[in-house]
């Protein structure tokens, strides 16, 4: 019996090392009666290297499959190797080498989202709650979410390039029920947060370290989960503590509610806000009451002298009308 399955496992190395070398993208480091190693190459950042040992009753027990890989995690790994492990139960008794050596790099073909594995986990876990949505595309490797804030909503898609984490994630707003200031700042920010994690700042700091591309799904999908749709679809104004956005999203608004984002990023009602800015004391200028910075907006540009002399204006018009109708009375 051990002669028979010595006789198969030397003729399966001889298959090994005649097959190997016609698939693409496979490198055979070594061809032993104990294992068999590949390095198996579909892009950069999806290849790996594969150890397949034999057992001392092979083909009658599987191949026992180890994995390593300078790009992808350890938990992904360990996943494919679950799946090998299945894998080559189905063909105990027959050669199942180079059947693994296919499944492993059919694997990193047909997923390449693999590559965001651990972004995609970390997402649904620490910011996506049970009313919202992740859906991976592994064909046209893109990721789907619909991520709620009560009745406010935002469905967006990220295509991850081939070339990840060295370019950045790209981002489509499929639909939203946002007003579409606040859609065009989020999408905007977004945008902005990926392309700073690939590309290095136009004036760098000389003591600052080299720059190095990283990866920019999760920081790109936590600031517009967290930072946008969470947060404004529930955020008060902080001068009249009511909802800054109106609770039905398709309502019609009066001008004194439209809403107004400051500097800071804080959402204001027009009216409040407008009132806030030209009531007293103007000296040292506006603040924020919801995080104390000083208010700016494009749309209020006046300095602090001249709103107090527009104030002081007023108030003497008032004095002045109030004196004519107690004199016409």
Known sequence: MEVCQSELLESELTYVKQKVPTIEGV???ACLPAFVRVHIY????????ALLQFTSKYPQDPLVTELKSKTLTEKLLDGIIKLCDAEA??????????????FIKNFLIENPLCIVNDEVAKLKKELLSNDDECKLKQKSSQIVFKVKQEQYLMSFKVSVPVEYPLKQVQIEVLDNNFPEM???????????????CVQPP?????KDPPFEPKASLYPMCRHLIEDCIKRYGKENCPLCNERALPPNPGAT????????????????????LKTYLKT??????KFCPACGKQIF??????SPELQEARWAHKQARQRELAEVVDFLE
């Open 182 to 196: 606040l859609k065009t700042i989020f999408l905007g920010q977004a945008v902005e947060i990926a392309r700073k």
């Open 202 to 206: 136009l004036k760098k700091n000389p």
């Open 42 to 49: 579909v892009s950069d950042q999806r290849q790996l290297t």
């Open 89 to 102: 139960k189905k063909y105990v008794g027959q050669k199942q080498v180079i059947l693994i050596i296919n």
């Open 253 to 272: 608004v009066e001008k004194k509610n439209r809403i107004e984002r400051i500097y800071c990023g804080h959402l204001f009602h027009l009216g409040c």
């Open 297 to 302: 907006h494009e749309k209020w540009k006046v």
């Open 27 to 29: 490198t055979l480091e």
């Open 280 to 285: 007293p004391p103007f000296a040292a200028g």
